[in-house]
């Protein structure tokens, strides 16, 4: 009875003390850059007790005694932080921390990274989202990069219904405006932008990049909306594997694996990627596809040697597509024909890379590089054939240089040289060579020595055979109070040449029945932008906050106007647009282990007509917003998601059944278990099925079918379930 009276006293007495546990909360930043770290870890000395930061870089550790504490952050690549910090028995104590590179890391032009980070970066005087590997891999369903985007704020990457492709739109323009790079080179450009990026493997990208609005014009002719930046994972000597494979209940499928170590000494990394869907999927037995029938594969090299102090990059991708939508008593036999309906889309593409970087010590960078491409296109879009060839040869060096603590600078030349030959016959020629040589530079000012005011400036020159001498400039100014606070102001202008086949419209509406009345000239624009990013810490929340407003004016932009019988399409310049619109994103984490992500942005897309009147672009939603809510049971291995992407109204010209198209919700769900190698991964895609009711296709007089792209607004495949399985060894 006495020892039972005792145990009650300890624990009435320890009960308390649990309940009002002191609380040490913290959020890493990177000191130079300000962005958040993820993985850092947390530990306080002289006791097992420790944690790392989650994706949000936040770190978490409960149930503390009252007393002082000997804190240490450590990554690495960073040097230690230690310092003292009191716990009171019922305290929730706060901390922003930031910790030093080992390294200087300089540069706004080619962001390149070994370290991970997460989030908007406070501290870059460009506004630059980044999203960790780790993140994406966790987001895709089958393996591939761009389904790890779907439904992401301030991403449109709302995939075709009938032409199967995706692309990655900025600010309400579509994706043509985005410059894609790898690496920081322009291999996507042109074609490659709208079909190439859906063989992207997941697992080959260490992290993406994303810079929004005016502060990104300098990455290149095609970044009016944004760039977006693919950092690749690097080749290495340490032997790694992992392999996934995923199927859903319609049959599609995809097979990934990569490895690096397989060669000795020399660094190397292999990757291959194979996705399917071998079936006409017709879910409402209409007789029409309801997605894409496809093949597609992917095969990437990287080698890493030494040579002298620096560091040379080699790469190589092949990706080959085939791909089909239209009636489902379609046959090799009815390509091209009349009497059935069916766009078949062959694509071939070839690139090689090779870069060379000085070494990462002093106040002094260069590097120099080069890349080639090859794409060909073969296609049928009903009885219209279209041919295509592109070849881009890409040729850039850079210096970066740190002039004193508070001035830096970098500056580069280039040449890029393209050729483009298809078998349109219009009335303006669409065949072109481009052969563009520039330089950028840029230079950064940190006002003041606390480095709360930053002034960037800088300058893209070029020179165009037909347009002569283009100076696309910017600049931005960052005011950062504190660690967690971030406020930008940003302008400039753009510049980019224009033909029918970099754009997507052309994608969606194909090449039956173009028209095009005269020389497309180059888009102008003028734009600017001003955004907020702030981070707090609570006792069980931390809230990470993103507001940005957005302008663009276009004195000249190209337009796709639909004529009046169904399936014209007609390609002109707009001597007055604009699109405006804002965006928010906020990101809540709590101790618990939930994670809520919500945003959303409303956009207004319009250009004056040829009666100049003021009209709403084709294919751009009003507003999108999107909503995820995600718990990682951390010693079970498990994590779940319920994720939701809202599609607002878009624009339907006039003589369709309606003026705009519906607001819709795609919702999916997913699970994964995880064990030390091995994960399990289940979904549901669109849960609620739900599909557009209205029907793209028409039919004649003759009762074959047209195609109405302006109808275009949903999916047309209903729910679908999928399971996954990957494997990784030493990863």
Not at 177 to 190: K, L, Q, R
Not at 219 to 247: E, Q, Y
Request: proline residues 4%.
């Amino acid at each position: 009875m006495k020892n039972w009276k005792t145990h009650l006293a300890i624990i009435a007495i320890a009960l308390p003390m649990q309940l009002w546990a002191g609380v040490l909360r913290g959020m890493i930043h990177d000191q130079d850059t300000g962005d958040v770290l993820v993985g850092a870890t947390a530990v306080l000395e002289g006791t097992p007790r420790g944690a790392a930061t989650n994706p949000n870089g936040i770190f978490t550790i409960n149930n503390l005694e009252a007393k002082t504490y000997s804190l240490k952050i450590s990554m690495m690549g960073y040097e230690s932080l230690t310092m003292d910090v009191a716990v009171g028995a019922t305290d929730t104590v706060m901390l922003h921390l930031a910790i030093a590179p080992t390294t200087m890391q300089m540069g706004e032009v080619n962001i390149e990274t070994e370290r991970t980070h997460a989030g908007v970066n406070p501290n870059a005087p460009v506004r630059t989202e980044v999203i960790g590997g780790a993140e994406l891999q966790e987001r895709s369903s089958d393996g591939k990069l761009m389904t790890a985007l779907q439904g992401r704020t301030g991403l449109r990457t709302k995939p075709c219904a009938l032409c199967g492709s995706m692309g990655i739109g900025l600010q309400g323009l579509d994706p043509s405006y985005t410059e894609i790079n790898v690496d920081g080179m322009p291999v996507m450009s042109g074609l490659g932008t709208l079909y190439g990026l859906d063989g992207l493997s997941v697992a080959d990208v260490k992290e993406l990049q994303i810079s929004k609005g005016s502060g990104s014009n300098l990455f290149g002719s095609g970044a009016i909306a944004g760039a977006v930046n693919l950092v690749s994972v690097r080749p290495t000597v340490a032997r790694t594997f992992s392999s996934s494979i995923s199927a859903n209940n319609n049959g599609q499928n995809t097979i990934s694996a990569n490895a690096s170590g397989l060669t000795g000494s020399l660094p190397m990394r292999f990757s291959f990627l194979h996705s399917a869907e071998p079936n006409y999927v017709d879910q409402d037995d209409d007789g029409l596809t309801d997605t894409p029938k496809y093949r597609r594969l992917n095969f990437q090299v990287g080698a890493s040697p030494k040579v002298g102090k620096g560091e040379l990059r080699l790469g190589g991708r092949i990706y080959d597509e085939r791909r089909f939508a239209g009636e489902t008593k379609w046959s090799r036999s009815d390509r091209g024909s009349a009497d059935v309906y069916g766009r078949e889309i062959y694509t071939d593409r070839k690139e090689v890379s090779a870069k060379y970087s000085s070494p990462l010590t002093g106040s002094f960078h260069w590097f120099v590089e080069g890349a080639g491409v090859m794409h060909a296109h073969d296609s049928w879009y009903g009885s219209t054939a279209y041919n295509a060839d592109q070849k881009l040869v890409i040729a850039k060096s850079s210096a970066q240089k740190e002039w004193n603590k508070r001035h830096s600078s970098v500056f580069e030349l280039f040449y890029n040289h393209q050729t483009y030959t298809d078998n349109l016959q219009l009335a303006t020629p669409t065949e072109l060579i481009y052969n563009t040589p520039g330089a950028t530079l840029e230079h950064t000012v940190r006002v003041d020595s606390a480095g709360r005011w930053t002034v960037q400036g800088g300058a893209k020159i070029e020179y165009w055979n037909e347009w002569g001498t283009q100076v696309i400039p910017r600049g931005t100014v960052l005011w950062k109070p504190n660690v967690a606070t971030a406020l930008r102001l940003s302008g400039g202008t753009g510049f980019r040449p224009v033909s029918i086949f970099s754009l997507e419209e052309a994608t969606m509406a194909g090449f039956a029945n173009v028209e095009v009345p005269s020389t497309l000239a180059p888009d102008r624009s003028t734009a600017g932008s001003l955004g907020l990013n702030k981070q707090w810490l609570g006792r069980e929340v931390g809230l990470t906050l993103d507001l940005s407003g957005f302008y663009t004016h276009f004195d000249r932009k190209v337009v796709l106007r639909y004529g009046e019988m169904a399936g014209q399409t007609v390609y002109t310049n707009s001597s007055n647009a604009y699109t405006a619109g804002g965006e928010v994103q906020a990101t809540l984490s709590f101790n618990s282990g939930w994670t809520l992500d919500a945003g959303g942005r409303v956009s207004d897309v319009r250009y004056e007509d040829q009666d100049g009147v003021m009209r709403n672009a084709e294919f751009q939603n009003k507003y999108t917003a999107n909503a995820s809510i995600r718990k990682a049971f951390a010693s079970k291995g498990i994590t779940t998601e319920l994720s939701s992407a809202i599609y607002g109204p878009q624009f339907i010209p006039e003589g369709r059944s309606r003026s705009e198209s519906p607001t819709y919700a795609i919702w999916n769900l997913g699970l994964t278990k995880s064990w030390k190698t091995v994960s399990v991964s289940g979904s549901v895609n669109n849960l609620f099925d739900w599909t557009q009711s209205d029907d793209p296709y028409l039919r004649d007089d003759q009762g074959r079918l047209l195609l109405d792209s302006s109808m275009i607004y949903g999916p047309l495949l209903g729910r679908t379930f999928a399971l996954a399985l990957t494997w990784r060894y030493g990863a």
